[in-house]
């Protein structure tokens, strides 16, 4: 007995048309926040995200640096989604005056994730 076509099968699709389809590029950002770990702490609380990433975010790890001061890695969809989760962000580093200045932030293309 074969399957019903759709069952198991997948569709054909031409070169032509999987070629022009949008490929969505991942973003990796570095971000010297400039901010104390007590900071980015608050910061986590005030934005209302515990453990789980806001729209788009993939990995997100903080770090602290020999300066004392939060360093941030993250991956995301797209630098649309990065770049809206920025705004909100400083919208409340702002107000709340956290930091030493803007932080930097330098976006990279992902090449490959490998993952255990």
Do not use: C, N
Not at 57 to 63: C, D, K, L, T, Y
């Amino acid at each position: 007995m074969t399957p019903e076509l759709g069952e198991f099968a997948a569709p054909h699709r031409s070169s032509v048309e999987a070629s022009s389809e949008e490929v969505r590029v991942a973003t990796a950002r570095f971000v010297k926040t400039g901010i104390t770990p007590d900071e980015y702490d608050e910061m986590r609380e005030k934005l209302g995200i515990g453990d789980t990433p806001p729209a788009g975010g993939v990995f997100h790890a903080a770090a602290v640096g020999e300066d004392g001061k939060i360093r941030v890695f993250e991956v995301w969809d797209s630098r649309e989604q990065a770049d809206a989760w920025g705004e909100k962000v400083m919208a409340v580093r702002t107000e709340a005056g956290f930091g030493d200045g803007p932080p930097s932030i330098e976006y990279l293309e992902v090449h490959k994730v490998v993952q255990r």
